[in-house]
């Protein structure tokens, strides 16, 4: 289940444990944050190829996720662990959205579930470009998928957070 706040600018996500009384399980912020980075990471993973094929992938987009110290420690430390490039910033989504800003796709999430993930204009162009070329030419099936499914993410997400 999903819960939004009034102007829908905050998302959490719950589910309620089997045999356990009504009680519930929180998806906070923070591994909102962590679920889209690494969803993120491996469509990219999958846009730069394997070895074998012969991929037209010349931009190296700069993924960077952006927490506060509220941030839960294990979070972030998780997500360094996965070579995500994690930076901290003061606390306030004013501050996150202009660090976030600086990256290809800048990932935010307080706690609360209030943040978004940006997407460059450079990146949104040539990931546009990626996918006339794949699917032009039929070949790179999985990097057509791949592209398909962070333009989806882009045009799911509200890049603009009310009050940043």
Request: hydrophobic share 40%; charged share 20%; net charge negative.
């Amino acid at each position: 289940c999903a819960r939004l706040d009034g102007d829908a600018d905050r998302l959490v996500y719950f589910t309620a444990l089997p045999n356990c009384n009504g009680k519930i399980e929180l998806v906070d912020g923070d591994k909102i944050l962590s679920l889209f980075a690494l969803f993120i990471k491996e469509q990219l993973s999958i846009l730069d190829g394997d070895n074998n094929e012969k991929v037209n992938n010349l931009y190296q987009a700069h993924l960077g996720v952006v927490q506060t110290a509220y941030a839960n420690g294990a979070s972030s430390d998780y997500l360094k662990q996965t070579d995500l490039q994690v930076v901290l910033t003061p606390t306030g989504v004013k501050y996150l959205h202009e660090k976030a800003d600086d990256f290809d796709i800048g990932i935010y999430f307080e706690a609360n579930g209030h943040g978004t993930i940006l997407f460059s204009s450079n990146f949104l162009s040539w990931l546009d470009g990626r996918v006339n070329e794949l699917g032009s030419t039929g070949k790179g099936s999985e990097q057509l998928k791949a592209s398909l499914r962070l333009l989806a993410v882009s045009k799911l997400i509200n890049q603009a957070v009310g009050d940043s």
